[in-house]
């Protein structure tokens, strides 16, 4: 079984909010609530640069308050100042720099389900169970909690597909499974379910549900 290379950022948009670089913690230097949420929007559109207009929107949406653009201007300056300069590239446009080794909750959710639904229509029952099991894990949590705005309904609509679909691939898995009754099923999930937290809680990311990704291939076989 080959490993694959640890993730030098681990970000965590459902539930608690928890950045990690480079093993050390950095959400509580973020700057406040709108820190988190300008954070969270620029991981999640940190392949493109976003234009300050639309970093206000994400911010504020229909009603920025006079001084937007100054304020936007300090917050972009503290995350700065904790994730460091070279992880920002442009200024009329910014685009957030975390490198390839980036592990994100919500990408990590997409990408497990889709994995679960390739073995599924591929009749690998048993290899279903444990990309399900991980895109249940982060889409059962609420994406940014206390924080509202189009783009957050978005994510949570996409959030709300992901854990259906998630749902769906593992109950199919589990009637395929013909040696495993319900009840066996249902003891199956609490014991994986809990494996996965405890691994999570040893790597000491607080159940960062984004450690259980590691677990694909592992799940896989």
């Keep these: 079984m080959t490993l694959e290379p640890e993730p030098t950022t681990r ?12 093993g050390q913690r950095l959400e509580r230097q973020l700057p406040g609530p709108q820190g988190r949420r300008l ?11 976003s234009s300050r207009d639309e970093l206000v929107a994400a911010l504020w949406s229909d009603d920025p308050p006079h001084g937007a653009a100054s304020a936007l201007n300090a917050l972009l300056s503290k995350l700065r100042r904790v994730l460091g300069t070279d992880a ?14 980036v592990m994100v909750d919500v ?4 990408e497990a389900v889709h994995r679960a639904e390739s ?17 249940l ?13 189009p783009w ?46 405890g691994l999570a809680l040893a790597a000491g990311t607080d159940g960062d549900p984004t450690v259980a990704a590691t677990l694909h291939g592992t799940a896989d076989r």
């Design 152 to 197: 957050i309904d978005e994510q949570r609509r996409f959030l709300g597909e992901v854990r259906l679909r998630a749902l769906e691939t593992y109950g199919t898995a589990g009637l395929e499974l013909d040696s495993l009754d319900a009840a066996r099923i249902t003891g199956f999930k609490a014991f994986v379910h809990g494996a996965l937290l």
């Design 39 to 49: 954070f969270g929007y620029l991981v999640l559109h940190r392949h493109r640069p």
């Design 119 to 135: 073995r599924v229509a591929l009749g690998g029952w048993k290899e279903a169970w444990g990309p399900s099991l991980v895109a």
């Design 11 to 22: 970000v965590q948009l459902c539930g608690p909010m928890i950045v990690e670089r480079s």
């Design 107 to 110: 990408e990590v959710a997409g």
């Design 137 to 149: 894990l982060v889409a059962e949590r609420e994406f940014l909690p206390g924080e509202e705005g």
């Design 88 to 101: 920002f590239d442009g200024r009329s446009n910014v685009r957030l720099l975390l490198g390839d080794g």
